[in-house]
């Protein structure tokens, strides 16, 4: 997702399993970060796959917009081994369009 996109403000359509539906507005790298996990579907997505510097800021961020990400925790070997993060977008979302100016 490296390419020269504008990442200006997006609209999206949060599909609630509950509650109904939530309109929220997006843009940078949040926004990437958004557009990444709807691409990823419910295989979701980790800074190894997709590399991004601040991934855990761009989750923290959507979830305090209403967007139910699931952080799972999974093993990896190498010489750091350990522990790293998938992230999982567990809602349908919609991109609405462009946000007026």
Same mark, same amino acid.
């Given at each position: 997702m490296a390419d020269k996109k504008d990442w200006g403000t997006a609209l999206f359509t949060i599909h609630l399993?509950?509650? #109904?539906a939530?309109?929220?507005?997006?843009? #940078?790298?949040d926004r990437w970060a958004l557009e990444a996990?709807?691409?990823?579907?419910?295989r979701g997505c980790t800074p190894?796959?997709?590399? #991004?510097?601040?991934w855990s800021g761009y989750v923290h961020n959507l979830r305090c917009l209403g967007v139910p990400i699931e952080t799972v925790t999974e093993p990896h070997d190498g010489p750091f081994k #350990?522990?790293?993060?998938?992230?999982?977008l567990r809602a349908c979302v919609d991109r609405v369009g462009e946000a007026l100016a």
């Open positions: 399993n509950d509650s #109904g939530l309109l929220i507005s997006v843009s #940078g790298r996990l709807i691409a990823a579907g419910p190894i796959d997709i590399p #991004g510097p601040r #350990g522990t790293h993060a998938r992230y999982v």
